[in-house]
């Protein structure tokens, strides 16, 4: 079983639409956990990190659930500019996994 | 600044040769990692240093030697390449922040290797 596992999609959604991805890990150890964005043939990029309460950020929300073990990212009101591969990372410390990552395709 | 840069951007490499990707961050960040990306597998950690002089071993890191002799640069070794290590490689560095946000990973742009 992977550490870090993701739906890879991809997800193709119109302009406007509200898209969620998931995100499990299996180290109950893992202290922090952030999302990451990769634009074809470009380095990742952090998206943003997640708190256990939950935040947002414009139109992105994460949310964490360490019982479950599950992570998760809601776009809303997607843009063309949010077409890319979203991966989920989990880190003990300074070591971190990433998940193989969930493609979005958004639509004129 | 020029955050983490890496050399070469492409590399073909024949079975048998050897070469070093290079990686050189200018943030005086402790932390610095070699990854490689596979399709359909995410980024593996290859290796990693907590700082100069202090080295050790991540998921996948047979065929591939590293040394961290200063803060700012990490080389990567092939030893003797195989078409198995055709991939995107990406340096990242990064420092404890002391919150959430802590070991956000900076990415250099990658270097796309293949070997024939």
């Known amino acids: 079983r992977k550490e870090v596992e993701q739906d890879p999609g991809p997800f193709n959604v119109p302009e406007g639409a509200t898209v969620a991805f998931n995100c499990t890990y299996s180290n109950s150890a893992s202290q922090s956990f952030f999302w990451y964005r990769q634009d074809c043939r470009k380095e990742p990029k952090l998206l943003m990190s997640?708190?256990?309460s939950g935040n947002e950020d414009g139109r992105f929300t994460a949310q964490l659930n360490r019982a479950s073990q599950y992570i998760s990212l809601l776009i809303r009101d997607s843009k063309l500019s949010d077409s890319a591969t979203y991966l989920c990372v989990v880190a003990e410390g300074f070591k971190t996994i990433f998940g193989a990552g969930t493609r979005l395709f958004v639509k004129a | 600044n020029a955050g983490v840069t890496q050399t070469p951007k492409f590399q073909v490499l024949k079975t048998g040769q050897s070469m070093t990707l290079q990686c050189a961050q200018d943030?005086?960040?402790?932390?610095m990692s070699w990854y490689r990306q596979d399709p359909g597998m995410g980024l593996r950690l290859i290796h990693y240093?907590?700082?100069?002089?202090?080295?050790d071993q991540g998921e996948v890191p047979n065929g591939y030697n590293v040394s961290r002799s200063t803060t700012e640069d990490f080389p990567l070794r092939l030893l003797s390449a195989a078409p198995s290590q055709t991939s995107v490689y990406f340096c990242a560095s990064s420092y404890d922040q002391g919150q959430d946000t802590s070991y956000e990973q900076y990415f250099g742009p990658g270097t796309r290797l293949t070997v024939t």
């Open positions: 943030m005086n960040h402790e932390y």
């Open positions: 997640v708190y256990s």
């Open positions: 240093s907590v700082g100069a002089g202090i080295t």
